[in-house]
């Protein structure tokens, strides 16, 4: 026994500061643009001498002139309402889908199922100006609709979301079936919940991406008044030329609620299956 | 249609509420992706007008032009070898990550959200820190083992050096998606185990190793495609005057090149097709090893 | 069909009796919300959806009169600027009707590299979809990018009004399309002594002006020109 309990410990201590390295690794990009921001800019473009915290001074100012200078309340609620759009449909046609794909049979399913794949391959920039057609024809330009439109359907979502029906054990429906629920009801009521973590994540990649996006609201909003916020980041950028400090500190103002976004959502995770896997 | 006379009323039930679950997706992907897709093919077949004048239809000279062109075969040399970095690497370090955040550790949810935080970084952040990093002169990896490489300007690293940032940019997503997976095992497995007295490492490989491999599939192919498809992460780090560019651009890159930067929109499309192709074959071969390698219950 | 018809009817008869045996009003819509509540959400937002796109697809001016890029400035050129306002007088154009357009947000230059560049993204896109009637930026970045071929041809059938008025302010590139045998082609016009500069300040370096390959409206790029060469004192 007290030979096990140490080889434990050793292990224990091992994956601690595997898990400590990485953390630290992984941690440096974003305390360079705290850094960056509490730099001036002399500082933060200077190679030689180069400089890893703020020589001058920190100058938490720069997080109070950004907040001002950027309309940040507007560009917030537009993100989070494109944000709230896009992942609604896309968890919600991608369930469906990958469910249909993971655990249905039916005909022309491998061919479907191929079309998906296939969508992945082809890099998105293709796509933009069709889309762009569509939704000025449709004139959704300048409306959180237009910003949505790409993002209805997922073909990483639904092949994700297949992959979590896939892996699911084959009895539980067999099961609801003999209860007389038709296929509607078990997918409602019994198969939708169990990938509850399948689906956190692509909700969260969903948010992470739309996030990101920068060339889509760039084309279809060009006014201040709808457009996200790394879209008005990037303009304020091209305004303020290469001001690293601010732009930094703007990046980072921007980040912030993606981070409280995904600490609230990882509950989820945590609280996915595995907790209700004993009662199956 | 011989076979929609065989099907039983059950059988049919299941078509139809399968065609009506896909009907959504389907649809989308048709109109938002598969239409500009064909319209690219047809591209492909054309001389691109410009100065205002039409496309003309050329047949397979942009292909003949692509396949006699060494900077387009270089480029999907340089993207496979990209792969061949990010892919095993990234998925390796992830799944170790995921799972030594599922078991019992002290602050779970903050290494996760650390793990997580470059994925909502800035690209600019991300691309100056590893810059500097790389730096000749005064990068932190040169003053650090007193050595004096150009990691991002020497063509005989600089792939590597890219392929390094590739697999540090993508960690957190994987184990995202590995901690999701992890969680979707459902936890009697382990308790079982646990009483015929398995123990760590033993449980890894016979438990959560072949009750993962659903996940761990999916994330190797979507990873493989997101990989044959890299273009970002080229122009963030590399500069145009890059000796090195030759020997690192990807193919996406190549054809971003030709479609958006100088407008030959026919040659672009091309190449676009000829990676598709590549890719779609690439796929193929990993859909033939899924049934070998997956465990699905 | 006839079966499915059978069991919505059967269903919406007893739930009716289901509801009329519930006691008070409140308790009714709280039996309701509590069983159809997914429903009720679906089709509001459903039925919000229908007027939000109908709305949208017969209000919004889908068509434009002109639509104009001027790129690499911070000066005030957008919408509703003075530039802007007195174009729309000048041209006398209905705006209820169709928009015109001035996009004031864009950076990008040719010469020292567009790749990775949103702007010049954008760029792209209004301009292979047809939608870029003109863009205006630095001479020597306006005259680089033109050998791409997204800049209208100044010789062609469509100019030849322009050519007859602005011929000799014309600016020449190579196309990087090499069927053109290295031959220069007018890609752009001067506009650096124009009121553009000397009256509304929008650039202070020498500008040039490019009409979109697929534009529709070189009419309307037309009367900017003229608009912006008019004589101050016939005003």
Redo the contacts between chains.
């Keep these: 026994m007290e030979s096990a309990s140490t080889k434990d410990r050793i292990r224990k201590a091992i994956v601690y500061v595997i898990l400590i390295i990485m953390a630290f690794i992984m941690l440096v990009p974003f305390a360079w643009m705290i850094l960056t921001a509490l730099k001036t800019n002399q500082e933060a473009i200077s190679v030689d001498p180069f400089y890893i915290f703020p020589s001058n001074g920190w100058h938490w100012e720069t997080f109070g002139e950004v907040w001002k200078s950027y309309n940040f309340v507007l560009l917030y609620k537009n993100t989070l309402l494109m944000i709230f759009f896009r992942v609604l449909c896309a968890c919600l046609t991608a369930t469906m889908a990958g469910y249909a794909f993971g655990r249905l049979n039916f005909p022309g399913r491998k061919f479907l199922f191929s079309l998906v794949l296939i969508q992945m391959m082809i890099p998105s920039t293709i796509f933009i100006i069709p889309q762009y057609l569509m939704v000025s024809s449709l004139g959704w330009l300048n409306t959180t609709a237009g910003l949505v439109f790409p993002g209805i359907v997922t073909a990483f979502g639904t092949y994700l979301l297949k992959t979590g029906y896939q892996g699911l054990p084959k009895d539980l429906e067999e099961a609801a079936g003999i209860d007389g629920c038709n296929i509607g009801q078990k997918f409602l009521l019994i198969m939708m919940p169990l990938t509850r973590s399948s689906m956190v994540s692509l909700g969260i990649f969903t948010a992470l991406f739309a996030f990101k996006d920068l060339m889509w609201p760039m084309i279809v909003c060009s006014s201040v008044q709808t457009t996200t916020l790394a879209a008005g980041l990037a303009k304020a950028q091209g305004q303020y030329g290469s001001n690293y400090p601010q732009m930094m500190a703007a990046a980072v103002l921007a980040v912030v609620p993606m981070i409280v976004i995904y600490i609230i959502f990882q509950k989820q995770f945590v609280e996915g299956i595995a907790t209700s896997g004993g009662k199956l | 249609m011989k ?2 006379k065989k099907m039983t009323p059950r ?1 049919k ?7 009506a ?2 009907a ?3 649809i ?2 048709i ?7 064909v ?2 093919v047809y591209q492909s077949f054309c ?2 007008g ?4 039409g496309n003309t239809f050329v047949g397979l000279a942009n292909y003949s032009k692509a396949f006699a062109d060494p900077e387009i075969w270089q480029s999907l040399i340089n993207t496979v070898k990209y792969a061949i970095i990010e892919v095993p690497l990234g998925v390796v ?1 992830a799944l ?2 995921a799972v ?2 599922n ?1 019992k ?1 002290k602050g779970v ?1 903050i ?16 691309a ?2 590893w810059k ?1 990093l790389y ?1 000749q ?2 990068g932190l990896f040169n003053n650090i083992l007193h050595t004096n490489i150009a990691w991002i300007s020497d063509p005989k690293i600089a792939w590597i050096s890219v392929g390094v940032i590739g697999v ?1 940019s993508i ?3 994987n184990m ?2 590995f ?10 497995y382990y ?1 079982a185990a646990s009483i015929d007295g398995a123990t ?1 490492i033993n449980q890894f490989f016979n438990i959560t190793v072949p ?1 993962l491999s ?2 761990t ?2 994330i190797v ?2 990873r493989v ?1 997101g990989a ?2 890299i ?2 992460l080229m ?2 780090v590399m500069d ?1 005057t890059n000796a090195a560019l030759p020997k690192v651009q990807s193919t ?2 190549v ?3 030709y ?7 026919g040659y672009g ?1 091309a190449i ?1 097709m000829i ?2 192709a590549f ?2 074959v690439v ?1 193929v071969i990993m859909q033939r090893a899924e049934k070998r390698f997956v465990f ?2 | 069909m006839a079966d499915r018809n059978d069991r919505l009817s059967k269903w919406w008869k007893t739930e009716r009796e289901k509801i009329s045996g519930i006691s008070g009003t409140s308790k009714k819509i709280g039996y309701i919300w509590e069983y159809y509540k997914l429903w009720i959400i679906g089709i509001v937002f459903g039925i919000w959806f229908v007027t939000f796109a109908v709305r949208q697809y017969t209000t919004t001016l889908r068509d434009y009169w002109c639509f104009m890029v001027f790129a690499n400035t911070y000066a005030d050129a957008g919408d509703h600027s003075p530039l802007w306002e007195d174009y729309v007088e000048y041209a006398g154009f209905d705006l209820t009707e169709k928009a015109v357009r001035f996009n004031a947000d864009s950076y990008f230059d040719y010469l020292k590299g567009v790749t990775g560049n949103s702007y010049f993204e954008a760029f792209v896109a209004y301009a292979d979809s047809g939608t870029l009637d003109a863009i205006v930026m630095g001479r020597d970045s306006l005259t680089a990018l033109g050998k791409t071929g997204r800049l209208l041809d100044l010789n062609s059938e469509e100019c030849s009004s322009i050519r007859a008025k602005y011929g000799d302010r014309f600016l020449y590139a190579v196309p990087l399309n090499e069927d053109y045998g290295g031959k220069e082609m007018p890609v752009c016009i001067d506009i650096s002594d124009s009121r553009l500069v000397s009256e509304y300040g929008i650039y202070s370096e020498p500008c040039a002006l490019g009409i979109g390959a697929l534009s529709g409206n070189v009419e309307s790029v037309e009367l900017f020109l003229d608009f912006l060469f008019e004589d101050p004192g016939t005003k």
């Design positions: 076979e929609k059988e039930n299941e078509a139809i509420w399968g065609l679950f896909v959504p997706t389907m989308g992907l109109v938002l992706n598969f239409y500009p897709a319209n690219t001389k691109t410009d100065f205002g004048k370090i170790l990550l030594f955040l078991g550790i949810s290494f996760r959200t650390i793990f997580f935080l470059p994925m909502v970084c800035a690209p600019a952040a991300v100056m820190v500097w730096n002169q005064f540090w960690i957190g997503y995202v998606l901690i999701s997976g992890l969680k979707e095992i459902p936890g009697d308790e760590g009750l659903p996940t599939f999916f192919q979507t495609i044959l498809t273009f970002d122009f963030m145009k996406v890159y054809f971003y090149k479609t958006f930067d100088q407008g030959n929109k499309a676009v990676l598709v890719i779609m796929t699905y219950n």
